[in-house]
């Protein structure tokens, strides 16, 4: 390996994230659709123009380092979906459905939470102020999502699952 710095590391998990972002993007509408909470589905048709907008402010940091946007594949988050999709396969048409697909949500949320907590502190340290100002727009809609969800699933969804 040449001599790899913060920098590279910083723009390989900028093109993990938008990936992400961009197989999210394909996999709301699916969630949106399986659920049977009018609720849920109402949070996931939200959060899916919110992760249009992350899509949105990630290639404009790409456009800020003077890159073209571009993703890496994301196992991470390949691994995450398919188990959102298993779930909406192994419990379709049960009570439970619901309570699976928030449990998926979050796991998904929780996953963007740490990409951009983490992609914040790097772009703060390497003085990369816009970018770190877009980073923290978005990690705080990705907290307030997952806070939603545990609102959601308390309120609701799980005591129809159980």
Not at 22 to 46: C, D, H, N, V, Y
Not at 119 to 144: C, V
């Amino acid at each position: 390996m040449a001599d790899k710095q913060l920098d590279d590391l910083f723009l390989d998990t900028i093109k993990d994230i938008y990936y992400a972002e961009r197989q999210i993007l394909k996999t709301l509408p699916k969630m949106a659709k399986a659920a049977s909470s009018p609720e849920l589905r109402a949070g996931f048709e939200q959060h899916h123009a919110e992760t249009e907008t992350h899509v949105e402010r990630l290639e404009r940091v790409f456009e800020l380092l003077g890159k073209a946007p571009r993703g890496k594949t994301c196992d991470a988050i390949l691994g995450i979906i398919e188990e959102g999709k298993e779930i909406m396969e192994d419990f379709k048409g049960t009570q439970a459905l619901d309570a699976g697909l928030v449990s998926a949500a979050q796991a998904v949320e929780h996953y963007e939470i740490a990409r951009y907590g983490t992609l914040a502190t790097w772009a703060k340290q390497l003085g990369h102020k816009e970018a770190l100002d877009l980073f923290l727009q978005t990690l705080a809609e990705e907290e307030a999502t997952d806070k939603k969800l545990t609102d959601l699933a308390k309120s609701s969804v799980n005591r129809m699952a159980a």
